[in-house]
């Protein structure tokens, strides 16, 4: 068995999470992210960066630059509007997804319009390779249609019906009623980090909160139990 396919499943709890209060923005890092520095998370696989987000109303992001990183946004609550170097703009409800492919290059704000504060989940993840040209896109995931499993979000995998990511990974949601188990097979060499932005839930034989981290790698077999109904999001890379 390689170092990889040792099996290994690390609860994170949100209470313990790196977090930063700009007034405007009350965010958690579970991994390494600007002043907040943790030598033992800085990466999981090749997801490079999940904060949790909430975004006060009539505030953002100004204009910034990313390049060289794919840039998942899960919104949770409210809406999140783009605007972007391309001339792209969007505006994300709860429930949805972007995708910023940020490539050679791209400069883009993020912005809550709304009366109320928006919650999203900010996922980075590297790319297989440096470089290509950038782009954006968003798209509608009703709930409904991830009801008792897992659906791909985003994806690097030719064939899924997701956004397109330049990465061997995949994002998924998933809803699942109290009392259900569903589960998602993978290779243990695989890395997969899962959250539940609501709800309780159990993996395998770890019990995870409402917006915990849950790490795992080295199984082949996803067990994922909702103690209370639960919305989920997981990452899975190389």
Known sequence: MTE???????????????????GWLDARHHF??????DPARVHWGALRVWNDDRIAPHT????????????????????????????NAGRTEAGDVQVMSAGTGIVHSEHNYEVEDTE????????????????????PFPKDDRSGRFVV???GHAGDDALPIRAD???????????????????????????????????ENVEAE????????????????ALADSELVLVETR
Do not use: C
């Open 32 to 37: 390494s992210f600007a002043d907040y520095h």
């Open 60 to 87: 953002g992001f100004a204009m910034h630059p990313h390049r060289d990183m794919e840039i998942v946004t899960y919104v949770r609550k409210g809406a999140v509007t783009h605007r972007d170097s391309l001339g």
């Open 120 to 139: 999203l989940f900010q996922i980075w993840i590297i790319p297989d390779a440096k470089g290509g040209e950038p782009h954006w896109g968003a798209r």
């Open 169 to 203: 990974a995949r994002v998924l949601g998933a809803t699942v009623r109290a009392g259900e188990t569903i589960t998602y097979d993978t290779d243990a060499s695989r890395h997969l980090y899962l959250v539940p932005a609501t709800g309780r839930i159990r993996v």
């Open 4 to 22: 990889a396919a040792t099996a290994t499943i690390e609860l994170r709890p949100f209470a313990g999470l790196g977090a930063a209060n700009h």
């Open 210 to 225: 409402a917006r915990d981290g849950v790490a795992l790698t080295g199984i082949a077999q996803v067990s994922v139990t």
């Open 153 to 155: 979000l985003a994806s």
